[in-house]
Nanobody, 122 residues
Framework: QVQLVESGGGLVQAGGSLRLSCVAS????????MGWYRQGQGNQRELVAAITSDGNPDYGDAVKGRFTISRDNDKKQVDLQMNSLKPEDTAVYYC????????????????WGQGTQVTVSS
């Protein structure tokens, strides 16, 4: 069974940076597209960024120019470098296998992990 374990969250001041990591166990990571999602309190889960199996990134409008997604297929790991953080970035961040894009949208296709909490103070 495929498991995803996210790490790297924490409390940071506005303008600061964090780097999230997600490690997959099992599954065909090398051939899979991956995505980072987030869910703030009272909000629906939304895609933050996706990366194709060959390393092409795609970003949500809210994070373009501030976040960078990357992957290491040998480690079965996908990272999210978050810079210039804002209080509105506060959320639980999750990674998942994704399919797409279809009309610009990516869809999660795996099981969710526990996520990692990111809190940005103003």
């Amino acid at each position: 069974q495929v498991q995803l374990v996210e790490s790297g969250g924490g409390l940071v001041q506005a303008g600061g940076s964090l780097r999230l990591s997600c490690v997959a166990s099992g599954g065909d990571f090398r051939r899979s597209d991956m995505g980072w999602y987030r869910q703030g309190q009272g909000n629906q889960r939304e895609l933050v960024a996706a990366i194709t199996s060959d390393g092409n990134p795609d970003y949500g409008d809210a994070v373009k120019g501030r976040f960078t997604i990357s992957r290491d297929n040998d480690k079965k790991q996908v990272d999210l470098q978050m810079n210039s953080l804002k209080p509105e970035d506060t959320a639980v961040y999750y990674c998942n296998f994704v399919a797409g894009p279809v009309d610009g949208a990516w869809f999660p296709i795996g099981s969710w992990g526990q996520g990692t909490q990111v809190t940005v103070s103003s």
